[in-house]
């Protein structure tokens, strides 16, 4: 098992990602989920420094001036998330860490941890079910809604840069899947 191992998953939004790290989280208590911050206003049902760590993008941008992010993006227009290098630096010294975070930062932290990371992209089984399960979610309004859609397809290319590919259909056996490659990666 490598020194500090970081488990990634990545996908387009709504293909399952936040639903899968819950179970991955449930079935293996020693990982610990890096929260990472954002500019993007809190949904109903999140908790400020559960979900993420929510900021004013001034609170932002002096983090990124303090070198305090790993990695950040601007994944959608004036939307901004990051990954805080105290989540995963001082979590990682004791467990592996879980991050669920967008494609490019994923190969991004790719590149800076090489095999100590497992990048697992999480696929929609469809482009159409993928706007489904973003509908019937509800958490968008209709510009957010074409924004994460027109960003899907330019992720899914991305797809073979990453260790594995999970196809998110029926959800248990994803899960399954998910859980025996991070299982395999950390020799559990
Ligand atoms: P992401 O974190 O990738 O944006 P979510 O985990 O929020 O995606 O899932 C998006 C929506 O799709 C949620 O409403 C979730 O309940 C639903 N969902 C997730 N996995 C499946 C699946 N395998 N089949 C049907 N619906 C799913
Ligand atoms: P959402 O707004 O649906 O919670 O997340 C939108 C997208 O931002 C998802 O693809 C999510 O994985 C990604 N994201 C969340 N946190 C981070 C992060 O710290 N860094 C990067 N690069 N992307 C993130």
Redesign the pocket.
């Known amino acids: 098992m490598p020194d500090r191992p970081i488990v990634v ?1 990545t ?12 179970r991955v989280l449930a079935a293996l208590p020693q990982l610990r989920f890096s929260v990472s911050a954002t500019t993007r206003a809190p949904r109903p049902t999140e908790t400020d420094g559960e979900d993420y760590h929510f900021l004013t993008p001034e609170e932002f941008q002096a983090r990124i001036d303090a070198g305090d992010l790993l990695e950040y993006e601007e994944v959608y227009p004036d939307r901004y998330y990051g990954t805080l290098r105290s989540e995963v630096e001082a979590q990682a010294e004791h467990h592996p860490v879980l991050l ?1 975070i967008d494609v490019k930062g994923a190969l991004n932290v790719k590149r800076l941890y090489g095999d100590a990371a497992l990048v697992l992209f ?1 696929a929609p ?1 469809s482009l159409d ?1 993928l706007r ?3 509908e ?4 968008e309004d209709p510009a957010a809604l074409r924004d ?1 859609l027109n960003r899907a397809e330019q992720e899914l290319a991305k797809a073979d840069a990453c260790d594995a590919v999970v196809v ?5 056996v ?1 899960v399954e899947e998910t859980l025996t490659r991070i299982r395999q990666f950390l020799e559990l």
């Open positions: 998953l996908a387009p939004s709504g293909a399952g990602k936040t639903t899968i790290a819950r669920d999480i089984p079910e489904r399960r973003l019937s979610r509800g958490t994460r998110n259909d029926d959800l248990d994803a």
